[in-house]
């Protein structure tokens, strides 16, 4: 009796063949990218020499030499003897300014009218419907003008307007009172959004638990030694002074107090008012989007509508509304350049001045270039990570 040996099967090599339509594919690629690099260089070879023909250095190295500008509203010192650099970064910070308080109040606004918008009362649903209406159809540039007029015909400082203790306004803005920021208060600042932080994670972790075991953990005591426990001891060993500073009438000016220049409050106003009317529709539109069955279904169970819209519809209806909302966002960011309108000095005003004194209009353009698409990047980024962490999972 003879005995086989098993054969086993030979190990196939892996063979990449491209046909020929795919082979044209790739080369007509290759090409098509040869001529755009060479475009490319051609152009900033051709740029590179005019500028030398006409003797206009290149390069980033004005930003070391001293400014000279006057920049009158900004969160950070400043002087005109600092370098331009600076003066950059007092743009950036007054363009985020606008940007990030711009897209809360945006929010806020154009949720609410949002769900006015499908009130059962008829006076507020047509209310709601005329701001609509109105806001999206006028220009931005003519609504900023329109309430930087209107800030220039308020009365002086002397008689200015005072709806409650403390609160001025007048052409000099809108005066609020403050609390003087230092270097323990930040830390206090940082110490309260570490918190909510491990507050997040921990509710988490409790809702895991509940789902586990179906027994209810009650938060508040975490929320309170996160939130009130822990900034509070900080609060004393850094001996953070948290003093209320009230504005002064001394003169023809205020002193004290948080003051908001006419030019900024006028452009803020304008994004916030524009904006939230587009966001007040893509609201409306993704509430309309849950079934009626959801509304049906909470109302027999004899649930508040409150409780319903908030609990129910609009988790729901975030899944439809992150997308659009995220382009209203960066139109609002994008919009702040508007603020040269107005005499606003965010980075585009400093930047054209930059460009008056230096001539460096190549290296101007391409700072506002990349300070605006680093700030469109991260409001994109986070917007889809989160849109991405509310999406329905298949299971």
Known sequence: MTTSTPEFPRKRRLRFSLNRQQVNGLIWQIVVV?????IVGWLWSNALHNLSVRRISTGFAFLGREAGMPIADSWLAYTPKDPYVRAFIVGIVNTLRVAVIGIVLATVLGTLIG????????????LAAVYVEVLRDVPLLLQ???????MQGLPAARAAWKPIAGVFLSNRGLVLPSIPI?????????TVLAGLGALYILWQRLVAQQMADGKARPLWPYALALLVGLPALVSFGLGASWTITMPELRGFNFVGGLTLAPEYFALL????????????EIVRSGIQA?????????NALGLRRS????????????????????????NLTKNSSLAVAVGYQDVVSIANTTLNQTGQAIEA????MAVFLTISLGISLFMNWYNARIALVER
């Open 290 to 298: 849950v079934p009626r069955g959801q509304w049906d279904a909470a």
């Open 365 to 368: 353009i391409a700072l506002i």
């Open 269 to 280: 106003i304008a994004l916030v008012t524009y904006t939230s009317a587009f966001i007040a």
């Open 182 to 190: 230092e270097a323990a208060n930040l830390w206090v600042i940082v």
């Open 115 to 126: 769900i006015a918008r499908l009130s059962a009362n008829w006076l507020l649903s047509r």
């Open 144 to 150: 900023l003008l329109f309430w930087y007029v209107l």
């Open 34 to 38: 040869a001529i755009a690099v060479a």
């Open 307 to 330: 409780f319903v819209l908030q609990r129910i519809v609009l988790p729901q209806a975030l899944r439809v509304i992150i997308p659009p909302m995220t382009s209203q966002y960066l």
